[in-house]
């Protein structure tokens, strides 16, 4: 039972949104963002340490594609034309596109044009690439 105190008073309904929740939900996800922006940045210098790591196993005939410092390839002790790569790997690993092939650079080749050969032998369809480096002798910890 309802109580009415005055007929000239009507009831009148609000009809405002509570955004009250929405503002705190826009906070949290300001904050999350202002503290995952500087995370997502990738503009720090960095000199990579030599590698440390135990050796692994060689396989008995390893294939071994060389760039040298004028930017010519070799696979083993035979020079060969960037052009004929594709053809001179299937001869070294008679066809097996499985074969892991170790690339070693020269170390005043840039990174642009390793990776211009691993793009090449990824084209070639060789996609097990294992990079050569020296083993670091003296570690410091």
């Known amino acids: ?14 009809h405002d949104i509570n955004v009250t929740p ?11 963002f202002m503290v995952a922006a500087p995370l997502a940045t990738v503009d720090i210098p960095v000199q990579l340490p030599s590698s440390t790591a135990d050796s692994q196993r ?3 005939k390893p294939v071994f594609l060389t760039v040298k410092a004028d930017l010519t ?12 790569l594709p053809a001179a790997l299937e001869a070294a690993t008679k066809g097996s596109r499985e074969e892991r092939i ?17 793009n090449a032998l990824r084209s070639a369809g060789y996609l097990k690439i294992g990079l050569v480096a020296l083993e670091a002798r003296d570690v410091q910890k």
Do not use: K, N
Not at 73 to 84: F, Q, T, Y
């Open 73 to 84: 390839l070799a696979i083993g002790e035979d020079m060969i034309v960037r052009a004929s």
């Open 58 to 60: 060689r396989p008995d």
């Open 102 to 118: 170790f690339l070693r650079a020269d170390r005043a080749v840039s990174y642009g044009d390793v990776m211009e050969v691993v």
């Open 22 to 32: 929405f503002i705190d939900v826009i906070l949290v996800l300001l904050i999350i």
């Open 1 to 14: 039972m309802a109580v009415h105190f005055s007929r000239d008073d009507e009831d009148i309904e609000t």
